[in-house]
């Protein structure tokens, strides 16, 4: 599975943003998807991950209600919409592939930079 993450940007404080990742391979379906992030000088922490059907989500504490992840099985993308963005969710970010719910990544891709202004 290869993934191209895509949607970062600079936005002010408050604003919103959708990350897209669109998956290559026919074997999309198959995989958890899920949303990374790494800003600087800190490690890498899972944002959001969603299951092969999308009926299960799981959000990191600091997201939850302002973050929603969603995929699209015939695209073969998943999405992060963010809104009421904070300076603290600068970071880049990355999506990346599951094989189990809580299973580290199996595929990653490259990261999308997200720039929020105070």
């Known amino acids: 599975v290869q993934l191209q993450a895509s949607g970062g940007g600079l936005v002010q404080a408050g604003g919103s943003l959708r990350l897209s990742c669109a998956a290559s391979?026919?074997?999309?379906?198959?995989?958890?998807m899920g949303w990374f992030r790494q800003a600087p000088g800190k490690e890498r922490e899972t944002v959001a991950r969603i299951s092969q059907g999308g009926a299960r989500t799981y959000y990191v504490d600091s997201v939850k209600g302002r973050f929603s992840i969603s995929r699209d099985m015939i695209k073969n993308t998943v999405y992060l919409q963010m809104n009421s963005l904070k300076p603290e969710d600068t970071a880049v970010y990355y999506c990346a592939a599951m094989s189990t719910f809580a299973s580290d990544p199996v595929y990653w891709g490259k990261g999308t930079l997200v720039t929020v202004s105070s």
């Open positions: 391979g026919r074997t999309f379906n198959n995989y958890v």
